[in-house]
């Protein structure tokens, strides 16, 4: 087969040789020089989404050309440094971060001191709890429902917010408890839904227990401290209960515009002041207890006029008895007037007040009298029914007997015990004041369920200890009529 040969001397294939080696040379120059954009008119590719701190200067992708890159593979993948860049991507210029940073120190190191779980869980929640209905209404509570019904009460209300408390407490140790309070830390660890639920309840919740302690305030202020300080004033007892409401109104709205103001000139004058409220609970609470050891050894002399079982109420007469004697003359009391159309011995009376005696108790018998066992079970009644004694001798008058007009204490409400447990569950309430202040605490996620708990469990046996004390020495009547302030009055 035929075949041609070209020969080449050596020399000349050592210069063809050395001329394209000088060629690839020029040409990777070339290629070198349109990379770095030098006069091509081609402009240089970058992008923001493959960024670093080094934006000044103006990198490009990398690896366009992977045979000039092949020695930096190894040490610099391609991927590798793509996810770096866009791990570290900022849209914010040179120096933002450094300056926020600093300002971020600065604020740190202006801001105050921190509170712990004592001053900043423990005695808020305290305060909160201890409420006007363990003054005003847990002695008619007892008196009503009975011991036994009482302690349940207590218990399931006591046990409702040591439940939610505990539930409080695992979101609060689940994280980074935020500032911002109990609705930003639910809100933030079981979602928006959750939250706008809780924080709707929590600020109907808040708005109505302002309002009660109003009215209570306005109740012991009127009732108590200064009842000449009513405004509206009647001499009827029929038309005491409009007159009350009538003065309410108009010192609720004075005292909440009073709260405005305080709130608009900064309640951090209040919180300096909170310490001091909550000593004068406690010292009232102290008072009670003291008053209770003290009438054991020397009960005092609180008598209860009774006609037959029924209880009287004394505001228009001072005796209490059907007739007086002076002189070896029998005469008629007050008392016999407003039940008889006549002070004369021969008038008509009522059936009932003929037929029963007119007798005193004691309101407070002391201890060892044994009255416990009378207030062990419930004494539930219908709206404007006497309030009456047990096992008090009484003989029935006749049914169309009218009862308007005479002194008798009659029940402003009907009870039953889901009533009661309504009346009642507000006064357990204020669990969440020291979450609420979680942005100022040193240790949120310590202090917020070890303060919570502890509160409860101290208010939780300050109530159950009320009810021990308020049964063992004092009698039913006393604890029904009034709503059972007398007790608080008597005792402090």
């Given amino acids: 087969m035929p075949t041609s040969f070209t020969v080449v ?41 493959i960024n670093n701190a080094e934006l000044g200067r103006g990198n490009m992708y990398e690896g366009k ?55 900043g869980v423990y005695l808020p929640c305290l305060q909160n709890i201890l409420g006007v209905i363990l003054f005003l209404r847990l002695t008619w509570i007892v008196g009503t429902a009975g011991v036994l019904e009482s302690f349940i009460i207590v218990f399931m209300c006591c046990a409702c917010t040591m439940l939610t408390a505990i539930s409080m407490s695992a979101i609060a140790t689940n994280g980074v408890v935020p500032a911002g309070g109990s609705y930003y830390m639910i809100s933030r660890s079981l979602g928006p839904e959750f939250g706008g639920a809780v924080g709707l309840c929590f600020y109907l919740g808040t708005t109505f227990a302002g309002a009660m302690y109003i009215l209570g305030t306005i109740e012991i202020l009127l009732t108590y401290i200064t009842p000449n300080a009513a405004i509206f004033k009647v001499t009827d007892v029929a038309e005491e209960s409009e007159a009350m409401l009538n003065n309410m109104r108009v010192y609720g709205t004075c005292i909440i515009i009073l709260m405005a103001i305080v709130v608009f000139v900064g309640v951090k004058y209040v919180n300096k002041l909170a310490l001091v409220f909550l000593a004068c609970v406690i010292l009232s609470i102290i008072a009670i207890y003291a008053g209770v050891i003290k009438s054991a050894f020397d009960p005092p002399d609180f008598p209860i006029c009774l006609l037959g079982n029924r209880t009287l109420s004394k505001r228009n007469f001072e005796v209490c008895a059907k007739f007086t004697e002076s002189n070896n003359e029998t005469k008629t009391t007050p008392l016999w007037g407003l039940f008889c159309d006549s002070p004369l011995l021969n008038a008509t009376c009522d059936d009932y007040f003929i037929r029963n005696n007119v007798t005193e108790i004691q309101g407070i018998p002391g201890i060892m009298s044994g009255v416990l066992a009378d207030n062990l079970w419930s004494a539930y009644s219908e709206k404007g029914s006497i309030v009456e004694k047990k096992d008090q001798p009484s003989v029935a008058g006749s049914e169309d007997s009218k009862m308007s007009g005479l002194p008798y204490v009659f029940t402003d409400i009907m009870t039953y015990f889901t009533m009661l447990v309504g009346i009642y569950f507000p006064s357990v309430t204020g669990i969440m004041a020291g979450s609420n202040r979680s942005g100022d605490l040193k240790d949120a996620q310590k202090s917020i369920p070890t303060g919570t708990i502890l509160a409860i469990s101290t208010t939780s046996f300050i109530y159950m200890e009320f009810l021990e004390v308020l049964t063992e020495g004092l009698d039913r009547v006393l604890l029904v009529r009034g709503s059972g302030r007398e007790v608080i009055t008597i005792y402090s």
């Fill in 9 to 49: 001397p050596v020399e000349a294939q050592g210069e063809g040789r050395q001329r394209d080696g000088q060629q690839r040379d020029e040409e990777e120059d070339e290629g070198d020089e349109r990379e770095r954009g030098a006069g091509d008119g081609n402009a240089r590719e970058s992008s923001p989404f």
């Fill in 65 to 119: 050309n992977m045979a000039l890159f092949e020695e930096e593979m190894d040490s610099n993948p391609m991927v590798s440094s793509l996810l770096n860049k866009l791990a570290n991507y900022t849209n914010l210029t040179q120096g933002v971060v450094e300056h926020e940073a600093d300002d971020d120190s600065k604020r740190k190191e202006v801001k105050g001191p921190r509170m712990g779980t004592f001053i």
